[in-house]
Every structure is written in C-alpha cells, then in structure tokens.
C-alpha cells in the first residue's frame, strides 16, 4: 500500500485499490457537498463524476469549503476541481456544469452518488435514479429550525439508501405530506441558514459510510446497509 494511506488500512485488505477503483457522483458542491469532495479526495477516491451549474458568491463563503475571496464569481465545479487535484492529481473528474436531470448519463456509470441537494423533490427523483440503475445512494442535509424565541436547533441527516432496502419514504423521510408543502412555498422560502461545521459533522460521517461500502462489483451495491440520522 502506498504509504501516504498507511493509517487507514483499517479498512481491509486491498480497500485502497477499491477506493480508487470506484466512480463517485456528488450533486451539489455547496456546504455539503464541498466537504464530501475534499474528504473523498483526502481518502484517494479518484474519478468523479461532478454536478452544479451555480457559481461562488460571497456568502458561500463562511461554508463552501476550499473557495477563497478569489473564487467569487467562479464556477463551483472550478473550486471542487482544483481540490481534487491538489489532491490527487492524476484524478479524472468529470464536471457538469447542469442539473444532473439535464445530464445524467455520467452518474449511471457511478459505484455510489452522494446527494447535496436542497429540496426533497430533487432528493426523491435522485434516489429513485440511483436505486433503478442499482448504484448506492448517500443523501445529507441539515437545516437550522427556531420557534418562538426559543433557541436554535440543528438538526440533520445521513441515510444510505441501497437498492433492495428501505428508501426514505419508507424511512418516513419523504412523504407526501413534505413534497406537497414545499411545492406550495416553491420560490418563497428565502435563504435558509447555514454554517460550516454542522455540514462537515454530515460530510464526515457520509464520506465514512462511502469508505466502508464502496462496492468491489455492482452486485455487492445490493447489499442492504442501514440508515443513521443526527440531530
């Protein structure tokens, strides 16, 4: 084994050339999603498939991790890349500046796909994709909830969704219910609050599952796995 990943062999035998083996996609490079690449990139994962069509702004910036001042106005799939890279440079990173519905042909070729996405619309039509193409699907968000004065509350979660295994709607975590309410306030809700650290408790706790779980063939993609949520 290399050397640089030495103190992560706890993971079995032959896990780096899996690692490195396997396809990656991540929807969404903001909080989330930029913690999830440049954990990925520190474990030796090395070919991505890469999605968002938003550019940096200045308020990105208390979470987008590896975006500078500089990066402003530059395109998030830029920053991602050059993490990756800095990284792994003979990492082959696909990039689609496009929402994945646009494009999706990449992600079919994923082992696993980590979803950073807003809204759980685009959640249940991701998940339903990876599971028809049997590719295991990661989802993680957290949001930040105050009512009548009283103190904030963090809440957020990680659920691996295998094909052959509960979804989130049978997880309860997408039901009709959530989907109708958010197409009512659709275009309405304004920024929602978001901060580094909580996104990278996420990150790091998804990116663990991917490490543990990246399949050798696609036919252990259909291995059941559980689901963990954190609050």
Known sequence: MNTRYQRQSFMGDGSQAII????????????GGSHIVQ?????????YALYD???AE???????VGATLRDVGREKLKVARRVIKGLQPDAQVLCKRSRWQSEPEALM????????VDSFQDRDELETFCRRHLILYIDIGMDIHQVDGEPPRMAGQIILSAPGC???KCLGFITPEKLAKEAQRYGAAGPRPQVVWPNGVLASSAVGLAGFTTPRSRASSRRCKSSRTIS
Do not use: S, W, Y
Request: glycine share 14%.
């Open 166 to 168: 509960a979804c989130m």
């Open 109 to 116: 070729a994923c082992d696993i796909v980590f979803g950073c």
């Open 20 to 31: 490195e083996r396997a396809m990656i996609g991540i929807v969404g490079l903001g909080g």
């Open 39 to 47: 954990q990925n990139a520190h474990i030796g994962f090395k070919r």
């Open 58 to 64: 200045d308020t990105n910036l208390n979470r987008l």
């Open 53 to 55: 069509p938003q550019t």
